[in-house]
């Protein structure tokens, strides 16, 4: 296992937190919602394969987390390539030794316990190619901070969440989280739990989880997969009817695919995730990686967020109406990205399609033809078949000189001028498309 600086990573990487067990440990469910959770944490883990380079996990998530140990656990691909990358603690070398600290810990006995997370922590360690390391005391203060200038700002979303509920913040509420020496989740929940408003607890706690996932998400230099979704209802706009939470899968679905369908006029369908395994997505991720979808797709929303004016200074938090900015803007600039790769990816269909013309034709015409791959071997086969093998060798080292340097300039062009999303997401139809009914 590599132990690396969070900024040696591809710069496109998400810190994932939909493993944290507290999220789902809260409430006894039923076997069909323990089903139900495997299927959405699996939905989402194949989510971002596909559109992030990196996918950052806290150490802790898997080691306390059945349903991480179940989902991401039985994949070890997923940690050998690098794609799932641990956040482990600075003063740790293992996972071993993070969890016989855990073990130490009287408040960690119990989701730590037992052979299970032994294997898995030893497994971690054997399998794991990359962990980024982030420092416990830098997130801990950023967290008590940020907590304490939010309560007091009259502007910003956690006031405006509860004014929409019409609840007044009580009063002595900063001043008890700032009394905390080392501020953990636990302690703002307890806080706000002994103010006797039920409500004002319930806010506080979900702005709570979310401001924590931030100060984890920074710890590692990463992003969040916008986890403004648990704290307010938002209607896009594109959507027929009806309002859903703004989460980066709707904006891939309802905004990106729904664009990619109606230019290229084919069925796309919604069920994708589902059609794929979880080996599927790292096959595909590795395509994305390569043929720059990846960076691609999330500059578009990085350029496009930063064309905004925000009320957050850290630009880390946006507002109701700076969200429906947010994805208008974001709406006409994966539009224009498409249009623009439009013709460039229509005359690579055309290229395809005269290809396998040629080979069908070639295949009636000349004796014994193998079935060459394009125009290129028809000519050389002709030639060879005449008894002209050295022009044909000839013309063969010319043409692969002409590829070559065809595709270096190909490559030197800047992404936004190649038709990156349409091929990935061809790609996607293509090795699939017997998963994928009806689908290009």
Sequence with gaps: MKLVPADSLLSNRVYLTVFDRITYSQ????????????????????????IKGHVVVAASHLLESELAQEVLC?????????????????????????????????????????????????????????????EVSQTSAWFQQ?????????????????????????SGVSEKIAAVPRLGRNDVYRI?????????????CNYTDFVYYLSGARAVQ????LPQENLMDFSLSDMASGRTNLSDMEVFFKMFVDIVK???????????????????????????VNQ???????????????????HDPERLVMLMEELEQYEMDLHSQYQRAIHAELPGYLRD?????????????????????????????????????GGKRDIAQSIMKRIDRCAKACLSVADRRDVSSRPVLLRFMKEVSRRYAGKLPGAW
């Design 222 to 225: 990463s992003e969040g997969l």
């Design 349 to 385: 269909s055309k290229e395809s399609a005269a290809g396998k013309l040629l080979n069908a034709i070639a295949s009636l015409l000349i004796p014994w033809y193998s079935a060459p791959a394009n125009a290129r071997d028809i000519l050389v086969s002709g030639l060879e078949l």
């Design 292 to 310: 720059d979808f990846i960076e691609k797709y999330n500059r578009i929303q990085e350029t496009t967020k930063e064309g905004l004016t925000l």
């Design 262 to 288: 109606t230019a290229t006029h084919t069925h796309f369908p919604m069920d994708l995730l589902d059609a794929l395994d979880v080996e599927d997505a790292l096959d595909l991720h590795h395509i994305a």
């Design 146 to 170: 940020r907590m304490i200038e939010d309560i007091g700002d009259e502007h910003n979303l956690l006031r405006s969440c509860l004014r929409q509920s019409r609840v007044v913040t009580p």
């Design 27 to 50: 409430v006894a469910w039923t076997p069909q919602d323990i089903d139900d959770i495997r299927a959405s944490l699996a939905r989402q883990l194949k989510f971002v394969i596909l």
């Design 192 to 204: 706000a739990k002994g103010t006797g408003d039920k409500r004002f607890w319930e806010v506080l």
């Design 74 to 134: 039985s994949h070890p691909r997923l940690f050998s390539e690098g794609i799932v990358v641990p956040a482990l603690r600075s003063e740790f070398q293992t996972f071993e030794q993070f969890l016989d600290m855990k073990l130490s810990e009287a408040k960690g006995t119990p989701e730590y316990s037992g052979a299970k997370k032994r294997e898995t922590a030893k497994m971690l360690d054997e399998t794991v190619a990359l962990a980024v390391r982030w």
